[in-house]
């Protein structure tokens, strides 16, 4: 395969491999790229899945125009990027987490 520095993608379904599974194989082929979650997805485990694949992004199908570029050129500076819904559900799971040990 060959990539580009930067990829915004929505995989499911096209190649077989689920989008965390195709990012982390453009990552192992790619070191340096920088890839963008673009999904309908919302769950805790599929936004930890993306991130632990490598994403530097994580952007839902309906984010505007201007977050899509916000978070493009977040990713050219090497800065992750969530969605608001995204990162709720990591701190919603974080909180959870935390309560039970408590």
Do not use: W
């Amino acid at each position: 395969m060959l990539f580009l520095g930067r990829v915004i993608g929505d995989y499911a379904g096209r190649s077989g491999m689920d989008g965390a599974s195709v990012t982390r194989k453009m990552c192992e082929q790619c070191p340096d790229i920088q890839v963008i979650a673009l999904t309908s997805f919302k769950k805790q485990e599929q936004v930890q899945a993306a991130l632990m694949a490598g994403t530097i992004g994580y952007m839902l199908k309906d984010s505007s125009a201007d977050e899509l570029a916000f978070a493009i050129r977040a990713a050219y500076a090497g800065k992750l990027t969530l969605t608001a819904e995204a990162a709720h559900v990591l701190i919603q799971a974080s909180a959870s987490r935390s309560r039970n040990r408590i």
